[in-house]
């Protein structure tokens, strides 16, 4: 149903998330809690990438009154990724028979990277 890649610069994200007020704007309060036990901004600068990567998917960008809240991104106990969508973003979704975003992320040491994969399911998988 979509696919979205984004990267973002590493140090560009770590000198916006000074600002407490873009991390509160941009990140839930789960994933700012998380990214801040990490040593580094590279988590802050994955998540940005995964959130710009799924509104590219699903092709409607921070408009429709979609908001950054509405995309969260969350860890399984062994790690993996996945996208959490909520508000309008998720009914979006809904409307578009659109049931799995898919998630993978990277970085090196000055760049992060996310592709989101929007996928319909039959219903009877």
Same mark, same amino acid.
């Given at each position: 149903?979509?696919?979205?890649?984004?990267?973002?610069?590493?140090?560009?994200?770590?000198?916006?998330?000074?600002?407490?007020?873009?991390?509160?704007?941009?990140?839930?309060?789960?994933?700012?809690?998380?990214? #801040?036990?990490?040593? =580094?901004?590279? $988590?802050? +600068? %994955?998540?940005?990438? *995964?959130? @710009?990567?799924?509104?590219?998917?699903?092709?409607?960008?921070?408009?429709?009154?979609?908001?950054?809240?509405?995309?969260?991104?969350? #860890?399984?106990?062994? =790690?993996?990724? $996945?996208? +959490? %969508?909520?508000?309008? *973003?998720? @009914?979006?979704?809904?409307?578009?028979?659109?049931?799995?975003?898919?998630?993978?992320?990277?970085?090196?040491?000055?760049?992060?990277?996310?592709?989101?994969?929007?996928?319909?399911?039959?219903?009877?998988?």
């Amino acid at each position: 149903m979509g696919i979205g890649m984004d990267m973002v610069d590493i140090q560009r994200i770590a000198r916006a998330v000074e600002n407490s007020r873009l991390v509160d704007r941009v990140y839930t309060s789960r994933e700012a809690a998380y990214c #801040r036990t990490q040593t =580094g901004a590279a $988590s802050f +600068a %994955v998540r940005f990438a *995964a959130k @710009e990567a799924f509104l590219k998917a699903l092709g409607t960008g921070l408009a429709d009154g979609i908001r950054w809240h509405d995309v969260e991104v969350v #860890r399984a106990e062994n =790690g993996r990724p $996945s996208i +959490a %969508v909520s508000g309008r *973003a998720g @009914e979006i979704m809904e409307e578009r028979g659109i049931s799995v975003a898919h998630v993978t992320l990277t970085h090196t040491a000055t760049t992060a990277a996310a592709t989101v994969v929007l996928e319909k399911l039959p219903e009877n998988v």
